[in-house]
């Protein structure tokens, strides 16, 4: 696993690269199934048989068109592309400049390598603010056990989580699971300490992902040896709670 690093993060490490796209002879019909049944933000890139960007065709664009039509006599084909490279910040204000829904993103060669939303961008957002949490945490715990800390970013099993807190409030996790759903929730904070995963932040989250089935879940890992410190105390806490596990955590509903 990669050491994290806390710096710029670019449009390559959050665009969508499993994108619908259509064709210039394809039928405004056909492409109008394709886009009932996408997730391409209510349109698709259109490229050629090279994958390279022509232009752009949006739900508005199909309204009172004959369905024989191609695709190419409707299509926009004035369109902001941007690279892997480019800044998230940079992409964020070029969707709100073009009015575009989402941007290509093409390599120097102008051929499609995937999609950058508005969605992509706030959950750009989302985990760079988790970083800051991350940084503040390491350096609590180096401070308190007088250690060194890693950082890994990993998935983690929700079965296996200790919690550390023993309640959480219903309508946060209302809000946690729609999230979830919508792939906008933020990584979880964990500690590895030997063979144990402790969750430090994000315990609506965890209980979202266990109402939903879902096994794994995105988080931020600090890893601690139980050589250097003989009992955590996020550890101890959680053992004085008498948390083992998720279902240790109350929900409070305020009635």
């Known amino acids: 696993m990669t050491p994290i690093e806390f710096d710029d993060v670019r449009v390559g490490a959050y665009m969508a690269t499993d994108v619908e796209v259509a064709r210039p002879d394809d039928r405004v019909a056909d492409v109008v199934e394709t886009l009932a049944g996408a997730t391409n933000d209510g349109g698709l890139p259109v490229c ?5 960007v022509l232009g752009y065709v949006g739900a508005s664009d199909l309204l009172a068109v004959s369905d024989d039509a191609p695709v190419e006599t409707v299509m926009r084909r004035e369109l902001v592309v941007v690279g892997p490279d480019t800044s998230v910040t940079d992409a964020a204000h070029a969707i709100l400049r073009s009015g575009q829904q989402f941007l290509p993103v093409v390599n120097d060669a102008g051929e499609l390598l995937g999609t950058f939303s508005n969605g992509d961008a706030v959950r750009s957002q989302i ?4 970083r800051s949490k991350v940084e503040r945490t390491r350096e609590m715990l180096e401070q308190t056990h007088a250690t060194a800390v ?4 990993r998935n983690v099993a929700v079965s296996s989580l200790i919690p550390t807190q023993q309640e959480v409030f219903a309508d946060e996790l209302e809000g946690r699971t729609y999230e979830l759903k919508n792939g906008l929730a933020e990584p979880l904070i964990v500690v590895d300490y030997g063979p144990e995963t402790v969750l430090v932040d994000g315990h609506h989250r965890a ?3 266990l109402r939903l089935n879902v096994e794994r879940v995105d988080a931020y890992a ?3 040896s139980p050589d250097e410190v003989g009992e955590l105390g996020l550890r101890r806490s959680a ?3 008498g948390l083992d596990s998720l279902a240790d955590v ?4 305020y009635v």
């Open 150 to 153: 890693g950082v890994t970013e």
């Open 239 to 241: 053992r004085l709670g």
């Open 250 to 253: 109350a929900v409070n509903d």
């Open 48 to 52: 050629d048989g090279e994958r390279t």
């Open 127 to 130: 985990q760079r603010t988790t």
């Open 222 to 224: 600090l890893s601690i």
């Open 207 to 209: 209980l979202a992902a």
